[in-house]
Every structure is written in structure tokens, then in C-alpha cells.
């Protein structure tokens, strides 16, 4: 069976997005992870200096959407 990947990738400050465990990096090694497994990447789902202090994030609340509705079933963070 073929799963429809998400990845979640996000960081709390702007110093984090520029200079700490960048996006970038993250991508980078759930897309390793995905490829290992045979897993295909369905869409990426990015917050950028966001809290986890709140479920109010835009990305965030994409995915959950895309969950609920069956576009996503695997999710990578």
C-alpha cells in the first residue's frame, strides 16, 4: 500500500529559521528518512517562527485538515 507522506517541519523563533536547525535541515533529513522507507513525499507543511505554544498555525491546521479528509495518512515531523 502506497502512503500519502506529510511532512511538518517547524521552528519557534526567527533565530532558529536563520541560523538554528534550519528548515532546511530538517527537510533534508525527513526526506532521508521518507526515502529509506519507500515512502513518497504528498505535500510539506512548513511553520516558520511558530510557537508550539498554540494549535493556531497555519501549516499546522492545514494538515490536520488534509488528515481528516484523507489526503495525508502518514505524517513525518
Do not use: P
Not at 27 to 53: M, P, T
Request: with cysteine; hydrophobic share 40%.
Amino acid at each position: 500500500m502506497s502512503r500519502k507522506v506529510g511532512l511538518y517541519i517547524r521552528v519557534s523563533t526567527l533565530e532558529q529559521a536563520e541560523s538554528g536547525i534550519s528548515i532546511d535541515a530538517q527537510r533534508s533529513s525527513l526526506q532521508k528518512f521518507c526515502e529509506l522507507h519507500g515512502w513518497n513525499i504528498h505535500r510539506e507543511y512548513v511553520d516558520a517562527a511558530r510557537s508550539a505554544a498554540t494549535m493556531e498555525r497555519k501549516a499546522l491546521q492545514k494538515l490536520l485538515k488534509d488528515c481528516r479528509s484523507g489526503e495525508i495518512d502518514t505524517v513525518v515531523v
